[in-house]
Structures are given as C-alpha cells and as structure tokens.
C-alpha cells in the first residue's frame, strides 16, 4: 500500500514484516498486529479463522477502533467462544487487528507430509539413464525424414543439387490451377523473349529511372521474363514448390493478390535502392519471395 498503516492503539506507523505466506504489519511500541484475512486463512485453521469473519459480516460485535489502513472504526468480535479473546476486524479492508499474545489461541494449518522418494535399484536408474542418452541420440539425430531419402528421383535430385524439397505435403482441396497457369505462361514469355533476349528485355523490362515507361506496363512486363534458362529454371522451381500449397490455403483471388503485391513492392525497393539506374529489371523474384515468405 502507497499510505502508511497506523496502529489503531499507539497511532504510530506499523512496520511491515514479510513472512514465509505473506505480508503482516506490527507496532514496535504495543506488538499488535494487522494481519489480512487471506493471510490468516493460509496460516490457520479455517476453524479459527471463519467464526471471526462470520461475527463480523453479521455484525455481530461492537464498533471498536479505527482501522489502520482506511481509518474507519472496525468491530469487535469474539475470536472464539471458548477463549474469550475478542479482536477487530475491519470488514472493508478485510484486516484483523491482534493485540499482543491474541495469536497464540490460533491454531496452525498442518502441512502435508513430504512424500517418501522411492530408491530404485541401480540397474533400473542405469536403464533409466541409457534410454534417456538413446533418445537424446535421437533428438540430435533429428526425425527420420530428415535423414531418409525422398521418394521421387526429381527430389532426390534438387536435394542433391542444395533445392528445398517438401515432405508431407498438406492434402490439397484444390488443385492449383493459378500456379500452373502462372507457370507456363512465365515459361512461354520467357522461352519467346530468349531468341531476341537483348531486344526483349530492352523492350519489356524494368528501368528504375523511366518507371513509368509503357505507361507503367513494365512492372507487369517484367515479371514474364528471364536472363537465362538456370534463372527461369530456377524461379519456376520454387514457383511451383510453395506456390501450390500457398495458393491451396489462401484460394484463387487472395493468391493471385500476394504475387501482385510482392512483385511490385519488389519492384519499388529496386527503384529505391538505384533511381538514376538504366538497367533493365526483370524476372518473377519479388512475386515469388512473397509466396516463399507467406509459405
């Protein structure tokens, strides 16, 4: 609490004192002491505890002195019928105020015994402890399709050649019908361009410093053509690798919109990061990134 709690006898400040269950507040002139009731309850009883705090909300007392925390007067209970000892309770904040000695009728909570830790045999730890080193091996091994060959050559072979390779793939609801549409269309522009490469991508590609060129028509243009057969090649890979699942889980038109804002956000950071450039741009990376980043 912010404000300092007074002793409702002495009206000097409490001191707070941190126990193992909580916090209490005791006078250094008379050693009463304020105590929360939640405290009490983990401390006692709740035979000790419950009749106070049912005297009190059924006011069943007498109005006593100011409570140390909010100041209004509390009540005054009896803390057990048999012993005589009364205590105050302040029913707002929930505080009971124990002059000194009025603790000890209390009765403490048992705690719960430990339980017996059971030895077991040595030869049951040894095999405790080698099953533990085997699946260690295990984990560090990594799962077996990490370590197993894939199934189709064409994976065995862009593994061997450092190309991702799916496993498991997700069961597809559709069939990815824009992926390979894309595909072959970005094959057909780019296969045509390459007999006239230096013309076409004059023509077609993307120059940072005329962005508008075509009335804009490069950024779209671009993204059809490629600088090689390894480039295209290579682009068409990772295409139809994630693009088919991206597109199973995202749908036609959400698809067709990732790829379109990808390329041209690829696009605009390459005008950025060279605007007086005159090099022709091209190729489906920013498209495809987007797919990869989204997968």
Same mark, same amino acid.
């Given at each position: 609490?912010?404000?300092?709690?007074?002793?409702?006898?002495?009206?000097?400040?409490?001191?707070?004192?941190?126990?193992?269950?909580?916090?209490?507040?005791?006078? +250094? #002139?008379?050693?009463?002491?304020?105590?929360?009731?939640?405290?009490?309850?983990?401390?006692?009883?709740?035979?000790?505890?419950?009749?106070?705090?049912?005297?009190?909300?059924?006011? +069943?007392?007498?109005?006593?002195?100011?409570?140390?925390?909010?100041?209004?007067?509390?009540?005054?209970?009896?803390?057990?019928?048999?012993?005589?000892?009364?205590?105050?309770?302040?029913?707002?904040?929930?505080?009971?105020?124990?002059?000194?000695?009025?603790?000890?009728?209390?009765?403490?909570?048992?705690?719960?015994?430990?339980?017996?830790?059971?030895?077991?045999?040595?030869?049951?730890?040894?095999?405790?402890?080698?099953?533990?080193?085997?699946?260690?091996? +295990?984990?560090?091994?990594?799962?077996?399709?990490?370590?197993?060959?894939?199934?189709?050559?064409? #994976?065995?072979?862009?593994?061997?050649?450092?190309?991702?390779?799916?496993?498991?793939?997700?069961?597809?609801?559709?069939?990815?019908?824009?992926?390979?549409?894309?595909?072959?269309?970005?094959?057909?522009?780019?296969?045509?361009?390459?007999?006239?490469?230096?013309?076409?991508?004059?023509?077609?590609?993307?120059?940072?410093?005329?962005?508008?060129?075509?009335?804009?028509?490069?950024?779209?243009?671009?993204?059809?053509?490629?600088?090689?057969?390894?480039?295209?090649?290579?682009?068409? @890979?990772?295409?139809?690798?994630?693009?088919?699942?991206?597109?199973?889980?995202?749908?036609?038109?959400?698809?067709?919109?990732?790829?379109?804002?990808?390329?041209?956000?690829?696009?605009?950071?390459?005008?950025?990061?060279?605007?007086?450039?005159?090099?022709?741009?091209?190729?489906?990376?920013?498209?495809?990134?987007?797919?990869?980043?989204? @997968?």
């Amino acid at each position: 609490m912010d404000a300092e709690l007074l002793c409702p006898a002495c009206r000097i400040p409490l001191t707070e004192i941190r126990t193992g269950n909580g916090i209490i507040w005791r006078c +250094e #002139k008379c050693n009463g002491r304020a105590v929360g009731l939640q405290l009490l309850r983990r401390t006692f009883t709740p035979e000790s505890i419950n009749p106070l705090w049912l005297h009190a909300i059924h006011n +069943e007392g007498s109005s006593a002195r100011p409570c140390p925390s909010c100041g209004n007067a509390m009540i005054e209970v009896a803390l057990a019928s048999s012993s005589g000892i009364r205590v105050e309770v302040c029913r707002i904040c929930e505080f009971v105020w124990f002059d000194s000695g009025e603790t000890q009728t209390l009765q403490a909570r048992t705690l719960p015994k430990p339980k017996a830790q059971v030895v077991l045999p040595q030869k049951a730890r040894e095999a405790i402890a080698l099953a533990k080193v085997q699946q260690l091996a +295990e984990q560090a091994c990594g799962p077996d399709f990490d370590s197993a060959p894939p199934d189709e050559w064409w #994976k065995s072979m862009a593994a061997f050649l450092g190309m991702p390779v799916e496993f498991d793939a997700p069961a597809k609801e559709r069939r990815p019908v824009v992926t390979w549409f894309l595909a072959a269309v970005i094959i057909t522009a780019s296969v045509h361009a390459f007999f006239h490469l230096q013309e076409a991508v004059q023509l077609f590609g993307l120059i940072p410093a005329q962005p508008l060129r075509l009335h804009g028509l490069t950024f779209v243009t671009s993204f059809f053509l490629h600088a090689g057969v390894v480039h295209l090649v290579g682009n068409m @890979y990772f295409l139809l690798v994630f693009g088919d699942d991206v597109e199973n889980f995202l749908g036609a038109l959400r698809y067709i919109a990732l790829i379109a804002i990808a390329a041209f956000v690829g696009d605009l950071v390459h005008i950025a990061s060279a605007p007086n450039s005159t090099i022709p741009c091209i190729g489906a990376s920013g498209g495809i990134a987007g797919v990869i980043t989204f @997968y």
